[in-house]
């Protein structure tokens, strides 16, 4: 019998919320609430890949280097990013085995430094967007633009502050061992932070970058390597709206790639919000994926028997 498979997607922000200050504590309690709520789809039969978000963190991490950099050597950002991969992957691994173990489930969890391939050819590389890391002062963001060769933009008054691109990604190093994984039942936390951006150098041989990967872009491209039977983007709200924010607001139950795609031509799901959450879904579904559930975390439970958030398919 053939096992079947979800990939869910979540940002960082549910494992430190802005309302909150980041303590460690914090954050394991956070990661203790999204384990619970793995166990839901783990019981509908599933077999998972956890993918989540790290903006918060790598944040956080910039900052504490940016404050102690006259007596410690700061890291890149490709490192930081594998540094939260590991931090975030051990919170959420052990909480998650901690759940099986509560509703005696015998499975394992395997958290993986994911490595992910981006084009060094990419536009994204000749135009930054990205704002990572603390606000500068004037004079230090001149220092570290001549210094570091970093773009720095002014950020509304509140300082300046390095911007990186944000290539899509277009290959994950170790696909065949998440693959393997899942497919042999273990449940497998991986793409942290979207992954580590690295490029394939003038030798052939892989070369990390400070960018920026879309964590649902690399998920979708996850999802299709492994032939998941189920895409869960987890976000901020209940389901997609059309007209979002409106007096016309009008909630979403199942749509089509077509109608996803109509949709996104007339400017209804915004590239800084809901637009790489769909761009990802229709992705996945177009590169033979079976179906993409948006929801938020509140609302999963409910969503896993059709009582809310947004499907999209291929056809209804």
């Known amino acids: 019998m053939k096992r079947k498979i ?51 963190q790598v944040g956080n991490l910039l900052i504490q280097m940016e404050e102690s950099v006259t007596k410690v ?23 998650i085995i901690n759940e099986l173990r509560k509703n005696s489930v015998d499975k394992d969890v395997a958290t993986l430094i994911t490595q992910v391939v981006v084009d060094r050819e990419d536009k994204a590389f000749e ?12 004079y230090r963001a001149q220092m570290l633009r001549r210094g570091k060769k970093w773009t720095m933009i002014e950020d509304s008054g509140r300082g300046y502050r390095k911007v990186v691109p944000s290539p899509k990604p277009i290959d994950v190093i170790p696909k065949r061992v998440i693959r393997d994984l899942v497919h042999s039942g273990k449940i497998v936390i991986a793409l942290g932070g979207g992954g580590v951006p690295v490029i394939i150098n003038g030798r052939g041989l892989f070369q990390g970058v400070e960018a920026v990967i879309d964590k649902d872009y690399a998920a979708s491209l996850v999802a299709r390597e492994v032939k998941a039977d189920l895409f869960i983007i987890l976000t901020n709200v209940d389901r997609v709206y059309l007209n979002y924010g409106t007096p016309d607001e009008e909630p979403i139950g199942v749509m089509t790639v077509k109608q996803a795609e109509e949709y996104i031509s007339q ?3 915004p590239p800084g919000s809901m637009g790489p959450k769909i761009k990802a879904a229709v992705e996945y579904i177009e590169g033979g994926g079976k179906e993409v559930l948006i929801t938020s975390a509140n609302h999963l439970k409910a969503s896993l028997i059709n009582r809310s958030g947004t499907k999209i398919r291929a056809s209804l």
Not at 127 to 138: A, D
């Open 127 to 138: 135009n930054p967007t990205k704002p990572v890391g603390p606000f500068y002062t004037k």
């Open 267 to 269: 400017g209804q799901f």
């Open 6 to 56: 979800a990939l869910i997607a979540f940002g960082g922000n549910a494992i430190l919320p802005e309302t909150q200050r980041g303590l460690q504590s914090e954050q394991i309690s956070n990661a203790q609430k999204a384990a619970r709520l793995m166990i839901h789809v783990v019981k509908k039969g599933y077999d998972l890949i956890l993918v989540h978000g790290n903006g918060p």
């Open 73 to 95: 050597p700061p890291f890149s950002l490709e490192v930081c990013d594998a540094m939260t991969e590991g931090s975030m992957g051990f919170m959420l691994e052990k909480a």
